[in-house]
């Protein structure tokens, strides 16, 4: 409220993610426009992403795109792979795939790990180049070298499915290991199934209900994988 930028930044963040606050994506938005138009790049990035999700703001694609672009010639590497996925998934009237890998690839030679992920999806799924799983997954290795959880939850779930690699339980699971080591609930529950069957793994009932317990908060149906050893338990 003194006028203390990068503080009007960081509160408008906590309103639009409710940390410590009442959520209040309206007044984040407010606040980040603001901080926008005095040149603010991460708050010309946030905003990007609240118009694009339609958060706070009616959604707005073009508005979108005109802020990723803003905030990407303001130096916010990571626009550039945000501008990629507006492109892939072709909300852009007249851009598609062909553009998105442009994008991406400006983002990977700018350092940025979540473009190396756009890439890989692209090579998994024939997006835009062709299909090409062991492309994909050299992507994912290199995104999963720099501590990004998802990153290294896909990374193990190529080698887990075969995908550009030889099948490998036992890489799967370090993988996922590395991820469950951030809280990423998915590799929580992946390890949980490989430890109650003993997949790249030494079997282990009691190993998995953790993993299934540490992932039940906010994920169903590892609740009810926890649930369902609990009452194995309770029939021994």
Do not use: W
Not at 80 to 99: Q, R, S, T, V
Not at 175 to 188: I, M, T
């Amino acid at each position: 409220m003194q006028g203390n930028i990068n503080a009007k930044y960081t509160y408008a963040q906590l309103l639009r993610q409710g940390q410590g606050v009442t959520p209040d994506p309206s007044e984040a938005a407010t606040l980040f426009s603001e901080l926008s138009r005095g040149g603010h790049p991460y708050a010309q990035f946030a905003l990007a992403g609240m118009y694009s999700a339609g958060l706070g703001v009616e959604k707005n694609a073009e508005k979108s795109l005109q802020l990723y672009r803003l905030s990407a010639k303001n130096g916010i590497v990571q626009a550039h792979n945000a501008i990629g996925n507006l492109y892939l998934n072709e909300i852009i009237e007249g851009k598609g795939p062909l553009d998105a890998i442009e994008c991406f690839q400006k983002g990977i030679e700018m350092g940025d790990m979540h473009a190396h992920m756009s890439m890989a999806h692209c090579y998994n799924h024939g997006k835009g180049v062709t299909k090409d799983e062991s492309k994909a997954f050299h992507h994912l290795q290199i995104a999963s070298q720099s501590g990004l959880p998802v990153a290294q939850y896909n990374l193990g779930c190529q080698y887990f499915m075969g995908k550009g690699v030889n099948v490998d339980f036992a890489k799967a699971a370090a993988c996922f290991h590395e991820a469950a080591k951030q809280e990423f609930s998915p590799a929580l529950v992946n390890l949980g199934n490989m430890y109650y069957s003993g997949l790249g793994v030494e079997k282990n009932r009691q190993t998995a209900k953790q993993f299934y317990l540490e992932a039940s908060v906010g994920d169903k149906n590892a609740k009810a994988l926890y649930e369902q050893i609990l009452k194995e338990e309770n029939n021994d």
